[in-house]
């Protein structure tokens, strides 16, 4: 597996700078970083004695990389999972924050855990998903991102203004959906068809 640091810089990278988007519930967000995670944290990165817009703005690139490090991987405890999760549950935890967790209790439920899906990584979910590894970690992770991808279909589903991140303008799969399938392997991702047909119902 790759060094988690470098995962967290590639998320990074894939989050992109500043947006302040008005149909994202997190509202406005730098390299992921929203700024209630800001005030969460108190982080007044221009030293004015509040947390603002101003400071989200000033966030740099290895600031947001450690901010993932500590609080979206270790305190999460997503180090203790298989190793082949680590990387798309922590990807999907910047994401979606506990839904992560959530999509992996109820897969691992799917699976025969008896699990409750409250999004905390305890000793339950390692020792499920441990055994729901098994010999072939890497099925668990492609069942891992079609759940995740399943979970973001649904989301869209459900909230119109929110589809355009699942489907582009032309059609094709938005950035919720190459994000889930950059984790899954190639026999695993849908066809620009299947995407297509998946998403007909929507306006």
């Known amino acids: 597996m790759q060094n988690i640091r470098d995962i967290a810089k590639e998320i990074v990278a894939r989050e992109g ?3 302040n988007d008005p149909d994202d519930p997190g509202g406005a967000t730098k390299y992921g970083v929203t700024l209630a995670t800001l005030r969460r944290l108190g982080l007044d990165l221009t030293g004015d004695g509040e947390v603002a817009e101003a ?3 000033r966030l740099s690139r290895d600031q947001a990389v450690e901010i993932y490090l500590e609080h979206y991987f270790r305190r999460p405890r997503i180090g203790d999972l298989p190793e082949a999760l680590q990387a798309p549950v922590f990807d999907m935890y910047v994401n ?3 839904n992560a967790v959530k999509v992996l209790q109820r897969l691992l439920n799917e699976m025969g855990a008896e699990l409750t899906d409250d999004g905390a990584i305890g000793p339950l979910t390692v020792a499920a998903a441990h055994r729901a590894a098994g010999a072939d970690p890497a099925l668990l992770a492609d069942a891992y991102g079609i759940a995740r991808r399943n979970y973001y279909y649904a989301l869209a589903d459900a909230r119109p203004a929110s589809r355009k991140y699942a489907r582009r303008r032309d059609g094709g799969k938005g950035g919720w959906i190459t994000r889930a399938e950059a984790f899954i392997s190639a026999r695993f991702r849908l066809s620009e068809d299947e ?9």
């Open 96 to 98: 979606a924050g506990t």
């Open 55 to 57: 400071d989200l703005r």
């Open 195 to 203: 995407h297509r047909a998946r998403t007909a119902k929507w306006a």
């Open 17 to 19: 700078g500043f947006v």
